[in-house]
């Protein structure tokens, strides 16, 4: 059973704290994606993941792939209260298919102005 | 493009009782997907169809539970004889073949009493 475990499960911050949340799993995953959700809404895709080392940056968020393709690490810099939300990771087996992503445990970020 | 539609948003249900959820997806997605979410968890993966064929069923996929895609279009989950258990947000999501890129619905919110 593949299963994706992330830490910290829970993260309480000051608006322009830096951060970072982690994504392990003993499998290989073929991509990976990172979906930050809101209370009351489905999960909404920030990234996608595919080449093992890979580096991808939305804005102050840097997302990063591991060498090995079983673990990814999501960093913000200078929280803001916009990114409060649950934060989760999900991997695929098959590249660039998305059948039966599994879901990582989550992250919920509060950052406090 | 109006993004995937659940209906309802929530449902209370005694046990013992049937429900129905339905889901729209984007006009031109051919994969769509259920999810359920329990709180503090991540989505688990329930089954997905690629237009009107259900091509996987998880085994957390009691025989309670049946999903439809009659026209390759819109989308049915029904729960038979409803369990306290059954409580949670029912997700649906849909992808292009082309992308692989899910996009949620707002989900459903099942309370079972």
């Known amino acids: 059973t593949q299963l994706l475990e992330q830490s910290p499960q829970f993260l309480s911050i000051q608006e322009g704290e830096n951060l970072t949340v982690y994504c392990n799993s003993s499998?290989?995953?073929?991509?990976l994606q990172w979906y930050r959700q809101e209370p009351g809404e489905g999960p909404v895709l920030l990234v996608t993941?595919?080449?093992?080392?890979e580096v991808k940056k939305l804005k102050r968020l840097t997302f990063q792939f591991g060498d090995a393709r079983k673990d990814s690490s999501l960093h913000i810099t200078a929280a803001q209260p916009g990114d409060t939300g649950l934060y989760l990771c999900?991997?695929?087996?098959?590249?660039?298919?998305?059948?039966?992503?599994?879901f990582g445990t989550g992250t919920r970020l509060q950052v406090f102005p | 493009d109006t993004g995937v539609s659940q209906d309802p948003r929530h449902k209370i249900t005694k046990r013992g009782q049937n429900v129905t959820f339905r889901c729209d997806p984007i006009?031109?997605?051919?994969?769509l997907y259920w999810y359920r979410q329990t709180l503090g968890q991540g989505p688990e993966f329930l089954t997905y169809?690629?237009?009107?064929?259900?091509?996987?069923k998880s085994r957390l996929l009691s025989d309670r539970f049946s999903a439809e895609r009659p026209k390759g279009s819109f989308s049915t989950l029904e729960i038979q004889r409803t369990e306290q258990g059954d409580s949670a947000m029912y997700l649906c999501?849909?992808?292009?073949?082309?992308?692989?890129?899910?996009?949620f619905g707002s989900g459903t919110q099942l309370s079972v009493l």
């Open positions: 999900a991997g695929a087996s098959r590249s660039y298919n998305t059948d039966k992503l599994i």
């Open positions: 006009s031109e997605h051919n994969r």
């Open positions: 999501a849909s992808s292009s073949l082309s992308t692989g890129k899910l996009f």
């Open positions: 993941v595919v080449t093992g080392g």
């Open positions: 169809f690629q237009n009107e064929a259900q091509l996987e």
């Open positions: 499998s290989v995953f073929s991509s």
